[in-house]
């Protein structure tokens, strides 16, 4: 029995958000990552790579879930709480590599880049869809 062409459509769309978090796992195995010694260029620069990585990882798993159509709040949602899931096991993984720590404060900051993916990507794919409505 073969799956539906839907069904197979499904489940290609999750293999990008699935290869980012292939990504994202084997940067968190990595000891010590630092662009500088310096703290106050580390940080700053270590909050963005966390907005940014998860932020796109959302946007990633909200297409997966909804495809081309603009999100629902319950898509939407479920994006977030999925990559905030993903974020907590991210941080778990890290704690058990040499170097490397798990913390609260930077599931704080994936949270966050996941809200603003999330809301970059409803608002591009709601664009999307209002365009293909007018040209209906």
Known sequence: M???ASARNRLLRWLPALA????????SSRSGLHVSEDAAVDRPIRILAHLATFA???ALILHAIGGRRAPTARTAGAAVLLTLLYAMSDELHQAFVPGRTGRLQDI???LVGAVIGVAIAAMVLTMLQE???VAR
């Not at 980012?20 to 940067?27: H, K």
């Open 131 to 133: 365009r293909r409505d």
């Open 2 to 4: 073969t799956p539906s």
């Open 56 to 58: 796109f990882l959302a």
């Open 20 to 27: 980012w978090m292939v990504v994202i796992f084997l940067l």
């Open 108 to 110: 704080g900051t994936d």
